[in-house]
């Protein structure tokens, strides 16, 4: 089969199975089956060497009731998954590409990602949820598993959570899962109806290869305690903090006052690691081995955004990040500290107009001080659409294509969103990036169906 029927086979397949979904809502207008399909094209240059890539993407979320078990009970399913075609050329393991990425890892040149697949049963009665699949948690840390997750309901204000599984390694081979597992529990606790506390455990054990093709087990014994307060209708803080093992691994303080009438909303974290943190399973995001080990370091910054009237607005804050010890910064793992204000117009020349410029400034070790600037004018184009331009700056930047860190990278963009139907938009996307290792168009287009 040629690359053009494959593309042509997946596309037709999700076609197929959002038309069953259109039929599926027909027949539950009640608990309608709601989802997308997206058909995409991507094109990239850096003046050298180009890439064409075709992307399908599924996503279904139908839940229905099952009245037999309580007023409040339904079942359902969730699914989410995705496809890449390399259309023009898929370069071999040992040729070097600048557009290397993981698709590229394959063994040919169409690669496909379930990231959720699970069923899932919810009551009011003591058994609140049942969910067996492929799902992701975040409450004790961001994880993806394949298996069982059960939550009780103890008392009136009080919940237990309990997983199980094999973590899911995504971007990885089901071969090298031999001798991984997950599990873990935690207890939810509303105290009062603005004041929770989770306490939890998990254990995981998860393969990974490492850069060099060495393999490495990830072990960790984690608990997590949280507390969030909810002091006004305005205000609310959120305290975390998590243990690996014996030892203190991190730590994390955010709060949020939001004053509607005034409109005015502050926000402000930081957040602390002690412990260095290991290679990470390949889960979400299939770069995260390229960033090896971080080491110790705090980051915090806070956010005000001032309101004057329907047309005006300002903000402006810091974000800071520390390395613990200073002489060991590596790439991806950096010091800084960035000062910015913006500044927003809204409502000109038309009622959904929104304008936005500000300025930006950088401070790094060594006296490395640089300042920049952005600004971004965007339109809503009825309720799903959408037109945008703009430019902004960053002073380290990933280039996951390359697997390298780039500096002083301006970016300039484009898009435009456009329903083309009650139920289809259109996209279409532009960007260019001017880094200090090269320069990068992207073209994007994409069609997108929503039932």
């Not at 995504?170 to 090298?176: A, V």
């Not at 305690?225 to 014996?246: E, F, K, N, V, Y």
């Amino acid at each position: 089969m040629t690359p053009a029927h494959k593309v042509l086979t997946i596309s037709a397949t999700v076609i197929l199975l959002s038309l069953q979904a259109a039929t599926l809502r027909a027949d539950y207008s009640d608990k309608p089956l709601n989802g997308y399909v997206d058909l995409g094209y991507r094109y990239r240059s850096d003046g050298n060497v180009s890439d064409q890539d075709l992307f399908q993407t599924l996503s279904l979320d139908y839940f229905r009731p099952w009245k037999s078990l309580g007023e409040s009970s339904e079942v359902g399913f969730v699914f989410y998954g995705s496809m890449q075609e390399d259309v023009d050329r898929h370069p071999e393991e040992d040729e070097f590409d600048p557009f290397r990425e993981n698709a590229d890892t394959y063994d040919n040149s169409i690669a496909s990602w379930v990231y959720l697949a699970y069923a899932e049963l919810s009551t009011d009665k003591l058994i609140q949820r049942v969910r067996l699949g492929r799902q992701e948690s975040f409450a004790l840390d961001p994880v993806s598993f394949d298996g069982a997750l059960v939550t009780v309901k103890a008392r009136k204000r009080l919940s237990i959570t309990a997983f199980g599984g094999l973590p899911a390694n995504i971007y990885e081979g089901d071969d090298r899962r031999n001798g991984d597992s997950i599990a873990g529990a935690y207890l939810d606790w509303r105290l009062l109806s603005h004041l929770s506390f989770l306490i939890g455990y998990m254990n995981l054990r998860d393969k990974v290869e490492l850069l060099d093709g060495s393999e490495e087990t990830l072990h960790q014994d984690m608990e997590v305690a949280q507390a969030s307060w909810r002091i006004a209708r305005t205000t609310s803080i959120t305290a975390r903090a998590g243990m690996l093992g014996p030892d203190f691994r991190d730590a994390t303080l955010r709060g949020t006052y939001y004053n509607y009438k005034k409109d005015l909303r502050i926000t402000a974290y930081y957040y602390q690691l002690v412990l260095r943190r290991e290679a990470a399973p390949l889960t979400d995001d299939p770069f995260s081995i390229l960033l090896g080990d971080y080491k110790p370091y705090y980051q915090g910054g806070s956010t005000v955004y001032k309101g004057f009237g329907e047309r005006y607005g300002v903000e402006g804050g810091m974000t800071f990040r520390e390395l613990v010890d200073f002489n060991r910064e590596t790439l991806f793992n950096h010091s800084y500290q960035r000062y910015f204000a913006s500044f927003y117009y809204y409502k000109r020349p038309f009622e959904s107009s929104t304008w936005v410029v500000g300025g930006d400034f950088w401070i790094s070790p060594h006296d490395v001080q640089t300042q920049s600037y952005r600004g971004e004018y965007s339109q809503k184009i009825s309720k799903r659409g959408r037109f945008q331009v703009g430019t902004a700056y960053q002073l380290y930047k990933i280039d996951e294509y390359i697997g390298v860190e780039q500096e002083d990278v301006r970016y300039y963009y484009v898009g435009l969103t456009v329903p083309t139907s009650q139920h289809t938009t259109f996209r279409l996307d532009y960007s260019f990036d001017d880094g200090s290792l090269r320069e990068v168009d992207t073209l994007k287009a994409g069609l997108k169906y929503e039932f």
